[in-house]
């Protein structure tokens, strides 16, 4: 399974931007597909998920301003960036499973292919 992120930048603050995650290597529309991000200094956290039916759940901190969309028939998973914060400044990267069920769905532990990571900076 390969994943290929893209789509990150440089954005004031209140900007947005719009994140692809193309998978290869795999049936996509059965799993989880997850973006995680990590800034500097800071460990790798949870940034929202979207399961294979198509409900989505996010982390705390984005939630009401990012949101994720999938395209089955791409295989490619998009996460949509409004409102950006510096504090939203970090590599961002997709994450996939081959597990169906079971849980640490919201930790890295959970997941074992992983996307390169594209950078977001968001300015003051």
């Known amino acids: 399974v390969q994943l290929q992120a893209s789509g990150g930048g440089l954005v004031q603050a209140g900007g947005s931007l719009r994140l692809s995650c193309a998978a290869s290597g795999r049936t996509f529309s059965s799993h989880a597909m997850t973006w995680f991000r990590q800034a500097p200094g800071r460990e790798r956290e949870f940034v929202g998920i979207?399961?294979?039916?198509?409900?989505?759940d996010y982390a705390d901190s984005v939630k009401g301003r990012f949101t994720i969309s999938r395209d089955n028939s791409k295989n490619t998973v998009y996460l949509q960036m409004n409102s950006l914060k510096p504090a939203d400044t970090a590599v961002y990267c997709c994450?996939?499973?081959?597990?169906?069920?079971?849980?640490?769905?919201?930790?890295?532990?959970?997941?074992?292919?992983w996307g390169q990571g594209t950078q977001v900076t968001v300015s003051s």
């Open positions: 979207s399961w294979s039916g198509g409900s989505t």
């Open positions: 994450a996939t499973t081959s597990r169906l069920a079971g849980s640490n769905w919201y930790s890295v532990h959970g997941y074992e292919y």
